[in-house]
């Protein structure tokens, strides 16, 4: 079974771009999330999708960053515009019943 | 909000010795999970242990719901074992949703 798939690996980008992140889940589950890892903060929540339903949408994430999961099998992540201070590796995850399975993250740096 | 403190922040040990990992989380959890993450790596789900006790090759997990807190012991380390391992816990009332700790960072030399 193909695991979680995120692409594009790393990205640098300039400030005020607009960057789309994305990310299949393994097939078959339910539940797929987005977060953000940096060093200070650790891995913070962005947006949590149950059967494709927005369940948690990040909160103090709300302005800038926009998740969608059109299908079961597909989900972007859009930051618009980026600052700096978004430079983090992205993650997502999906899970059926609680287990998470993380993909290799995405690497964004923000110039 | 809900948080969760990992201890020690890092750890340096001996190829050979024991491992013991605490994490202590601020109000009720439903479900418990310890993750590894490699040097650069992603992150890899070792164990689910909201309570009781529960073993998986050389690793031990010990969850204390009432007191809120979980242990992971790692036995007889390994240099492959370096890397960070973080603490998840979600309080039940949102789906599957976890809340990380902020690691502890395992070093074992050789």
């Known amino acids: 079974d193909a695991g979680v798939t995120q692409t594009p690996r790393h990205e640098v980008a300039e400030k005020g771009q607009t960057i789309i992140l994305k990310c299949e889940p393994v097939?078959?589950?339910?539940?797929l999330f987005w977060y953000r890892q940096t060093k200070i903060q650790g891995l913070e929540l962005l947006s949590y999708f149950r059967s494709k339903s927005l369940m948690e949408d990040g909160g103090a994430f709300k302005d800038r960053f926009k998740a969608e999961m059109l299908n079961s099998s597909f989900s972007t992540l859009k930051i618009q515009p980026t600052e700096p201070k978004d430079s983090a590796v992205y993650l997502c995850?999906?899970?059926?019943?609680?287990?998470?399975?993380f993909g290799e993250g995405s690497r964004l740096i923000v110039v | 909000g809900q948080q969760v403190q990992q201890s020690p922040a890092s750890l340096v040990l001996q190829e050979g010795e024991n491992a013991e990992l605490q994490c202590n989380f601020s109000s009720t959890a439903t479900q418990l999970q310890w993750f590894y993450q490699s040097p650069g790596g992603s992150l890899v789900s070792l164990l689910s242990?909201?309570?009781g006790t529960k073993h998986t090759g050389r690793l031990t997990s010990t969850t204390v719901t009432k007191e809120r807190r979980s242990s992971l012991h790692i036995s007889s380390s390994q240099t492959t074992d370096s890397g960070t391992y973080l603490c998840?816990?979600?309080?039940?009332?949102?789906?599957?949703?976890?809340?990380f700790g902020t690691g502890t960072s395992l070093l074992v030399d050789p």
């Open positions: 097939s078959g589950h339910n539940d």
């Open positions: 995850a999906s899970s059926l019943q609680g287990t998470l399975y």
């Open positions: 242990n909201p309570s």
């Open positions: 998840a816990i979600d309080p039940g009332n949102m789906g599957y949703k976890l809340t």
